[in-house]
């Protein structure tokens, strides 16, 4: 059976309240944050701490307060983050319900009085914010993301069209946060087969681009119930997607395209 | 100990699932006019006699309509219960009984209804 109960040693249980703010603190000023916190090697449960932060002397974005909060009170607190400005993709985590890049959501944006952050879910967990994406980034590798022509290679360069480049418009700009991925249901139940909207869009990267030669092998290897047919047309990716990317609709793209050839 | 590609790949892509990706998008198709024409035979039919409803049923149009909705509908449903299945049971042995009993209640059901449609209209 699927699994919807968390096993036990990865039941949550009640942090601490680090620096709660004075009773007669304004509390426009002091903004609640409940982070999600695990250290594998310490063998107790995940929990999940308490921390106000300083508005006053933070900047706007959440990844602004979890850097405030590492510097200023907790330095223990783990998560991944470089570009700060949502091109990287590793700032990815579960925010206020929702899965998105800390460094791009507004502290604002947030509907709980307290703002909650979690891992994404449904991964194996590093530490704290930090998820395992080791399978993820293998069934990235397994769509062989890369141009696969077998004529020879042109002295310059490949050509491509504008409208055939207009084709990956939509595609490109994936960052592979996995935001996506893992908001998924069927992801969450079958990831280990299933390869989830992230790589699929990708795949449908290589399938949709005009100089790629391999297109027929491509959805050779997609052809399955599990590898593509898992999806179920939920839609929680694109509604998830930082960036604003349509998996779904790339999902779909590469079902219409096995039909076609039927 | 085997690597996370060697693990993804698992053991191919299986090469199949687009045929019941599309027969499932066409019985959805056929369902919505004949479920339709269901409802509006026995709307039509509230109330009415037991050899009324024997002897519209044994009508030639809607004697078919009723085997094509039959088997429309199973086929949908043994398509989408085997879906529900792969998704949420994981124990091989549990998946294994259930996609059969899946296929045989749509086939039962499927069969029985045709020779009930089939007695009728051949005025058995
Ligand atoms: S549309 Fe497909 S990929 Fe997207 S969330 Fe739903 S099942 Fe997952
Ligand atoms: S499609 Fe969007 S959510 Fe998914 S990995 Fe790419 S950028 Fe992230
Ligand atoms: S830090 Fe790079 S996307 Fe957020």
């Given amino acids: 059976m699927v699994q919807f109960t968390l096993p036990k040693n990865s039941k949550i249980?009640?942090?601490?309240?680090?620096?709660?703010?004075?009773?007669?603190?304004?509390p426009d000023r002091?903004?609640?944050?409940?982070?999600y916190r695990y250290d594998p090697e310490g063998g107790e449960n995940p929990r999940v701490d308490t921390y106000w932060v300083d508005m006053n002397d933070c900047g706007p974005m959440v990844l602004d307060a979890l850097i405030w909060i590492k510097n200023k009170i907790d330095p223990t607190l783990t998560f991944r983050r470089s570009c700060r400005e949502?091109?990287?993709?590793?700032?990815?985590?579960?925010?206020?319900?929702?899965?998105?890049?800390?460094?791009?959501?507004?502290?604002?944006?947030?509907?709980?009085?307290?703002?909650?952050?979690?891992?994404?879910?449904?991964?194996?967990?590093v530490k704290d914010l930090v998820p395992d994406m080791t399978q993820f980034y293998a069934q990235h590798r397994e769509i062989e993301p890369w141009l696969k022509t077998d004529?020879?290679?042109?002295?310059?360069?490949?050509?491509?069209?504008?409208?055939?480049?207009e084709k990956l418009d939509g595609l490109y700009e994936c960052i592979l946060c996995a935001c996506c991925s893992t908001a998924c249901p069927s992801y969450w139940w079958n990831g280990d087969r299933y390869l989830g909207p992230a790589v699929l869009l990708q795949a449908n990267r290589w399938v949709e681009d005009s100089r790629d030669e391999r297109t027929g092998e491509r959805l050779d290897d997609l052809e399955d119930p599990f590898r593509l047919y898992r999806c179920h047309t939920i839609l929680n990716c694109t509604k998830a997607c930082p960036k604003g990317l349509n998996p779904a609709a790339a999902i779909a793209n590469l079902k219409r395209k096995m039909v076609e050839r039927l | 100990m085997a690597t996370p590609l060697k693990r993804v790949?698992?053991?191919?892509?299986?090469?199949?699932?687009?045929?019941?990706?599309?027969?499932?998008?066409?019985t959805a198709v056929a369902n919505v006019p004949l479920v339709i024409f269901l409802i509006w035979f026995v709307v039509s039919?509230?109330?009415?006699?037991?050899?009324?409803?024997?002897?519209?049923?044994a009508n030639p149009v809607v004697s078919v309509l009723m085997l094509a909705m039959i088997w429309s509908a199973a086929i949908h449903m043994r398509i989408g219960l085997r879906e529900i299945i792969e998704d949420y049971l994981h124990n091989k042995l549990c998946k294994v009984s259930s996609l059969m009993l899946a296929t045989f209640f749509s086939a039962g059901l499927a069969i029985a209804s045709t020779l009930a449609v089939l007695k009728i209209s051949l005025g058995g």
């Fill in chain 1, 151 to 165: 004529s020879p290679t042109p002295q310059k360069e490949w050509r491509q069209s504008h409208e055939d480049r």
């Fill in chain 2, 9 to 26: 790949r698992g053991l191919g892509a299986a090469r199949h699932g687009t045929e019941t990706f599309w027969r499932q998008r066409l």
């Fill in chain 1, 86 to 125: 949502g091109v990287c993709g590793s700032c990815s985590m579960n925010i206020d319900g929702t899965n998105t890049l800390a460094c791009t959501m507004h502290a604002e944006e947030a509907q709980g009085a307290a703002i909650a952050i979690y891992p994404l879910p449904h991964m194996p967990v």
């Fill in chain 2, 45 to 57: 039919h509230a109330g009415a006699s037991y050899e009324v409803v024997k002897a519209s049923l």
């Fill in chain 1, 30 to 35: 002091w903004r609640e944050y409940r982070v």
């Fill in chain 1, 13 to 26: 249980k009640k942090g601490k309240e680090w620096n709660p703010p004075a009773v007669d603190a304004d």
